[in-house]
C-alpha cells in the first residue's frame, strides 16, 4: 500500500517542505514557508497536512561536520516533537548535512536561481526534498518505521 510523507527542512525563519510516496521513492518540492516572528507557520503547516494526509513525518537534523550537534540540532528536534504533538503523526530525523548547499548546486545546475533584490530565491523546499529522498533512499524499501 502506498503512503504519503512529508519532509521539513526547518529553519527559525524559514520551512521547507517536500512531498513523497514510498511504493514509488518518489518526492517531490512543494513550497518554502516563511515563519512568524522566528515561529513556526502552524496555519500554513496544518493546511498541508489536511491536504496530504501524510503518515509520516521526516524532519531534518543539521548536524556539525563531525556528527555532533548544535543549536539548531535541539531547534530541529523541538520542532519534530512539535510535530508529532500537534498532528499525532511519527516523526523520524535524519541527517541534513550539506542539504542546502546541494540544494543550491541543484538549482544553479537547473539554472532557475533568481535574483530578487539582490538575494538569491529560497532553497529550502529543494533541501526538503533532499532530506526526504534521503530517508527514502534509507528506508521505504526495507517498511516504514
Known sequence: MSRTLLGF?????????????????????????PGKNRKPDWAGISR?????????????????IDGGEQD????ARRFGNQLKGRYNLPVDMVDE???SLEANR???????????????QY???????????????THAHGGLN
Not at 529553519?11 to 518540492?29: E, K, L
Not at 541543484?106 to 538569491?120: A, G, I, Y
Not at 529550502?124 to 526526504?132: C, G, N, S
Open 48 to 64: 498541508l497536512i489536511d491536504e496530504w494526509q501524510p503518515e509520516l513525518l521526516v524532519v531534518g537534523l543539521p548536524l556539525q
Open 97 to 99: 548535512r550539506y542539504s
Open 106 to 120: 541543484l538549482l544553479r545546475e537547473k539554472q532557475v536561481l533568481r535574483v530578487k533584490k539582490n538575494r538569491p
Open 9 to 33: 527542512d526547518f529553519g527559525r525563519n524559514r520551512i521547507g517542505i517536500a512531498v513523497g510516496q514510498d511504493v514509488t521513492c518518489t518526492v517531490t518540492p512543494l513550497l518554502t514557508l
Open 123 to 137: 532553497n529550502d523546499h529543494i533541501a526538503a526534498q533532499l532530506i526526504l529522498q534521503s530517508w527514502m533512499d
Open 72 to 75: 539548531m540540532s535541539k531547534a
